[in-house]
T-cell receptor, first 115, second 114 residues
């Protein structure tokens, strides 16, 4: 069975500092990994994905994420946080081993960037 | 930029009533999905739809739920007899292809069952 863990419900970081939002996963086959961001009363916006290839993927708004197969992690990072990055972040996985198309989401991490 | 649109943005219904949530996916996308999110919590998969039939569904998607693509553009979720616990934000999503492509989400319909 597939699962996604976001161990931190809340992450606080000062503006201008680097940020990391953690995600680990468990799948039976190869993972397809995604990060989404949700602003208040809005839908989910796609940030970036890892399918295959380079372990470091770059996405929207200066975000990047590193796929680490041995640690089954896909942490989201940004070198310099902005106050406007404050939002709810979801990690999601598709399990290539099951053949399913549905995304399985983590519980979300609320990022607050402090001015 | 193309986007997924959902109507209505907010619906209030009485327990036991039927509701239909509507979505217009991105036009060249082939896979369609419904997800729900209860009170800003975890996003849960309900159903996926491809080639005019359900391809996957979760245990949440019981006989009270149904989906339909009545024409070439709309994708609907029907809840036959709503319960209080159906109150949630319902998101429609679509993707161009299958597993390796990202899903694009609509703004959601907030369903409140009273």
């Amino acid at each position: 069975a597939q699962s996604v863990a976001q161990p931190e419900d809340q992450v606080n970081v000062a503006e201008g500092n680097p940020l990391t939002v953690k995600c680990t996963y468990s799948v039976s086959g190869n993972p397809y990994l995604f990060w989404y961001v949700q602003y208040p009363n809005r839908g989910l916006q796609f940030l970036l994905k890892y399918i295959t290839g380079d372990n470091l993927v770059k996405g929207s708004y200066g975000f990047e994420a590193e796929f680490n197969k041995s640690q089954t992690s896909f942490h989201l990072k940004k070198p310099s946080a902005l106050v406007s990055d404050s939002a709810l972040y979801f990690c999601a996985v598709r399990d290539e081993g099951t053949g399913a198309n549905n995304l399985f989401f983590g519980t979300g991490t609320r990022l607050t960037v402090i001015p | 930029e193309p986007e997924v649109t959902q109507t209505p943005s907010h619906q209030v219904t009485q327990m036991g009533q039927e509701v239909i949530l509507r979505c217009v996916p991105i036009s060249n996308h082939l896979y369609f999905y419904w997800y729900r999110q209860i009170l800003g919590q975890k996003v849960e998969f309900l159903v996926s739809f491809y080639n005019n039939e359900i391809s996957e569904k979760s245990e949440i998607f019981d006989d009270q739920f149904s989906v339909e693509r009545p024409d070439g553009s709309n994708f609907t979720l029907k809840i036959r007899s709503t319960k209080l616990e159906d109150s949630a934000m319902y998101f429609c999503a679509s993707s161009e292809r299958g597993r390796s492509t990202e899903a694009f989400f609509g703004q959601g319909t907030r369903l409140t069952v009273v």
